[in-house]
């Protein structure tokens, strides 16, 4: 058999080493072709799979960072309107009762009974007649005259207190307007004094509501539980002219509410019928 020449075998040698190189070459295509889609179904893949991000997901408001959610306004924390207190109970005390702090002596509601005798104790506090006031009102004028004297420098004292049935039959002159008949006095209660500067000044007059002692009064009387029971202008109300002397103790919860809700008489706010004369 003839052998083939040098020129034969170097064409053929160039044939094979092309077919090689394109077999190279198809088969880093292939790879290239399987990179390209495994990429590309795990690229897929990914962007369908739940994931954990708040923006993958439903978002839950609690978990949103403050970036998140600089969006969205915040509410404004619920202001709780405080309830309204509780409304004066009118009921705690009697107002006919005698012993009552809050009883009402008028003219259309007398002592009762007339000759009424409350229990009384001696109050250490300077007087023109010896004073004489149910425990309570008793304890409560020795703070404010000391008050008084302690703020002002100056002094009070005691005109009149307690008076009984007897006792107002002596004081009472026949002129309505100024004493009280026998049996319809506050001064029976025990509840009541009349007070005077010390040195007397405008004793048992209206000139009284002038003094250091009687503008004090006026201001301050309701802290310790005291009204100006005959006040000025009321006089078709409570029967009496303007006595701004005449202190009633009716306790501090009382006198507070009144100075507060700015209610003169205990006629009016207790609903009471005036009580400008006798039946």
């Not at 799979?49 to 997901?57: H, I, K, R, V, Y």
């Not at 509780?86 to 012993?99: E, G, M, W």
Request: hydrophobic residues 40%; aromatic residues 10%; charged residues 15%.
């Amino acid at each position: 058999m003839t052998a083939p020449s040098p020129a034969t075998r170097s064409a053929s040698e160039r044939k094979a080493r092309a077919r090689q190189l394109r077999r190279r070459r198809i088969a880093v295509l292939g790879t290239l072709v399987a990179v390209l889609v495994v990429a590309l179904v795990v690229t897929i893949a990914v962007a369908l799979a739940p994931s954990g991000s708040p923006e993958a997901g439903p978002r839950d408001p609690a978990s949103e960072s403050p970036s998140a959610s600089a969006g969205t306004p915040t509410p404004e924390p619920t202001v709780e309107t405080p309830p309204p207190p509780p409304a004066f109970d009118k009921t705690q005390y009697s107002l006919t009762d005698p012993d009552s702090p809050w009883v009402i002596v008028n003219k259309l509601n007398p002592m009762n009974p007339v000759d009424f005798q409350p229990a009384v104790v001696p109050v250490p506090v300077p007087y023109i007649n010896p004073a004489y006031l149910r425990q309570e009102p008793a304890d409560a004028v020795v703070r404010m005259f000391a008050d008084f004297q302690a703020q002002t420098g100056l002094q009070m004292q005691v005109l009149s207190s307690y008076r009984s049935y007897a006792a107002q039959q002596q004081v009472y002159g026949g002129n309505d307007l100024l004493t009280a008949r026998p049996g319809f006095s506050e001064h029976q209660t025990g509840w009541v004094l009349d007070v005077d500067a010390l040195p007397r000044a405008c004793s048992l007059q209206l000139c009284f509501r002038d003094t250091p002692q009687g503008q004090w009064l006026a201001q301050h009387a309701w802290e310790y539980g005291f009204i100006i029971r005959y006040a000025d202008g009321y006089t078709g109300i409570t029967g009496y002219q303007y006595e701004p002397w005449h202190l009633r103790y009716v306790g501090p919860a009382l006198a507070k509410e009144m100075h507060d809700t700015g209610v003169v008489t205990l006629e009016e706010f207790f609903g009471y019928p005036a009580a400008p004369d006798y039946p």
